[in-house]
């Protein structure tokens, strides 16, 4: 069903029945991406509630310090916890099976948040209760590619708290800036050409994301800075609950359309997704809709998603999913002869597919290193255009005197416009080595892991 409606209560009220203990599965914390910070958000969310949390994965980062701050336990290891829990909330497959397999008698219920990657595949085991689709494209996969009937499954949309990000002030007439907001921008040609098109239309344009070294853990404030911003999924989502006016694009599957306030509730029903990005980035398609650029309508769709898209409302749905779980099946007794048949189609998929857990770590670690390749040739390019812009500034000053010395100075023109040589030819070197990662053998083979949100496999294909 879909929740786009439904009414939650506010995260600090008290809770209805008693409190549980959730465990939540996940690949890892570590970039934050869309399915992250929502498990952080619900993990969060859940905990002012009053119910006790455990979130399993992989591998943290530093969001681990900031639950454990908020009181909530982070673990690598199942067999570091002591309680058994209510109920586990799956939000990656195979952290969900590991789950479920230590804990053999707790409900489960699973959340796919993505059409395509692993991650979002089902666990398909007796003690999976209810299934969670984050939009229209991940419930069809449930219901096509695997088989899972659809009343079993749960429409509950992303949302967005509100708090975090307020509504920015009313967007001039005409845009003045405009922003790519997304972990996969990179600077390709996808980029170029978006660039191409704000330039032609007078638009300053900036990017906010891990791809390009320029990752920030909060974001909400700068949006308030722009006017329309290029994203998909939660980032088109904070977006426009920002105020923003918002085209759907990802510069690495494609673009859609300038959200209208006639077009937003359908476009949120697929979740900003990809399935809307059947459009390829040019110059030409960007341009004409940023030209759909409307203030007022903006504003309409703004608002549309400020009633509709909230944190609370989403997570609220999920709370009351899990509690009426844990009422109608507190015990989840498999036998033996099931709990063997389910074991045995999991380990020949296991088998064929290839173990994901050191994927996992290897693929963050190059997505680490990759990225502080980025920071430092972006820190470089800061560095070289600040040296050219001061070499520039004296050759003016010292044109300025040349009645003066005019002898002189030419000479030191001269070796101001050699060093403006020499940083550029340094630049153009950071460059081209830069070309030579995204030229690599292990770039190109990893580039799909790269795309996906969270889980990844090895040798081969965002979220």
């Known amino acids: ?94 952290e969900t099976v590991r789950a ?11 959340i796919c948040h993505d059409r395509s990657d692993d991650h979002g595949r089902p666990a398909q085991f007796a003690q999976v209760v209810c299934h969670v689709a984050v939009d229209e494209n991940c ?138 990005l059947i459009r390829p980035i040019t110059r030409e398609s960007v341009g004409a809709e940023l030209d759909r650029y409307d203030a007022g309508d903006a504003g309409k769709a703004g608002e549309w998603m400020r009633a509709h898209g909230s944190l609370d409302a989403t997570l609220g749905a999920l709370e009351s999913c899990v509690q009426r779980m844990v009422r109608q099946h507190p015990v989840i007794e498999v036998p033996a002869n099931q709990r063997a048949d389910e074991m045995s189609r999991y380990m020949q998929d296991w088998i064929r597919r290839g173990s994901p857990s050191a994927a996992h770590l290897t693929i963050a670690s190059l997505h680490q290193h990759v990225a502080g390749l980025q920071q430092s040739f972006n820190d470089h390019q800061r560095m070289y255009q600040d040296r050219i812009d001061a070499l520039h500034a004296e050759a003016l000053r010292q044109s300025e005197h040349a009645t003066q010395s005019n002898a002189d100075c030419n000479a030191r023109l001269a070796g101001a416009e050699q060093q403006v040589r020499q940083a550029r030819a340094e630049l153009a070197l950071l460059q081209a080595q830069l070309r030579e990662v995204y030229a690599s053998h292990s770039w190109r083979v990893t580039g799909p892991l790269r795309r996906i949100s969270t889980l990844v496999r090895p040798g081969g294909p965002s979220a």
């Open 1 to 94: 069903m879909n929740n786009d409606t439904a009414t939650a209560p506010t995260p600090d009220a008290p809770q209805s029945g008693k409190p549980l203990h959730i465990l939540l599965a996940m690949c890892y914390l570590l970039h934050r991406t869309g399915a992250e910070m929502f498990t952080r958000d619900l993990a969060m969310w859940l905990r002012r509630r009053g119910h006790a949390v455990t979130i399993f994965a992989t591998a943290f980062g530093d969001m681990a310090n900031e639950l454990r701050f908020a009181s909530i336990a982070c673990v690598t290891d199942l067999a570091d916890m002591a309680a058994r829990p209510d109920v586990i909330v799956g939000n990656t497959h195979h």
């Open 100 to 110: 479920l397999l230590h804990f053999h008698d707790v409900p489960v219920l699973t």
């Open 139 to 276: 419930a069809q996969r449930l219901v096509h590619e695997f088989g899972i009937a659809r009343e079993r499954i749960e429409l509950i949309q992303n949302g967005v708290d509100l708090s975090r990000f307020p509504r920015r002030g009313d967007l001039p007439a005409q845009p003045r800036t405009a922003l790519v907001f997304s972990n996969y921008a990179s600077h390709n040609a996808q980029l170029e050409e978006i660039r191409a098109a704000c330039v032609q239309r007078g638009l300053s344009l900036d990017v906010i994301g891990s791809g390009t070294g320029n990752h920030l853990p909060d974001p909400a404030e700068a949006l308030g800075r722009y006017d329309i911003v290029f994203g998909k999924g939660r980032c088109a989502t904070e977006a426009l609950c920002t105020g923003n006016a918002v085209v759907v694009l990802d510069p690495v599957w494609g673009m859609a359309e300038m959200v209208t306030a006639a077009t937003v509730a359908h476009a949120r029903h697929w979740n900003f997704g990809r399935a809307l």
